[in-house]
Nanobody, 119 residues
Framework: QVQLVESGGGLVQPGGSLRLSCAAS????????MKWYRQAPGKQRELVAA???????NYADSVKGRFTISRGNAKNTVFLQMNSLKPEDTAIYSC?????????????WGQGTQVTVSS
C-alpha cells in the first residue's frame, strides 16, 4: 500500500517562510509527477506547483517567485519551500503523486497539512 505523508505546516506571520515535505512510502516501482495542491475555505482546490520525474517544474501564477518545489535525492520526497507568505496563502496543502506500485499506476494523496498566514 502506497502512502503519502506531509509535514511542515503551521502558523506563520505575513512575510515569513515555511517548508512543506511529503514522503511516499510502500511498494513503489516508480514515481512520476509530484504536485502540491491547496484548498482555502470556501474555495476550489487549486494546483500550486508540480514537478516531473525529470525535475521540470511549473507554478500557479499566484506563487511564482515565492514558492519552490523540489524533490529529494531519494526521489520519493517532494518539498515546497514557501517564502514571502501572504494571508491569502492560508489553506490546507495536499501532496499528490503519480506512482507505479504493486497494484499498477495510480494517483495518491496525502492527508493534507494546514498552513495559516496571520499576524
Amino acid at each position: 500500500q502506497v502512502q503519502l505523508v506531509e509535514s511542515g505546516g503551521g502558523l506563520v506571520q505575513p512575510g515569513g517562510s515555511l517548508r512543506l515535505s511529503c514522503a511516499a512510502s510502500g511498494i513503489i516501482f516508480n514515481i512520476y509527477g509530484m504536485k502540491w495542491y491547496r484548498q482555502a475555505p470556501g474555495k476550489q482546490r487549486e494546483l500550486v506547483a508540480a514537478i516531473t520525474s525529470t525535475n521540470s517544474t511549473n507554478y500557479a501564477d499566484s506563487v511564482k517567485g515565492r514558492f519552490t518545489i523540489s524533490r529529494g535525492n531519494a526521489k520519493n520526497t517532494v518539498f515546497l519551500q514557501m517564502n514571502s507568505l501572504k494571508p491569502e496563502d492560508t489553506a490546507i496543502y495536499s501532496c499528490n503523486a503519480d506512482i507505479r506500485g504493486a497494484r499498477g499506476r495510480d494517483s495518491y494523496w496525502g492527508q493534507g497539512t494546514q498552513v495559516t498566514v496571520s499576524s
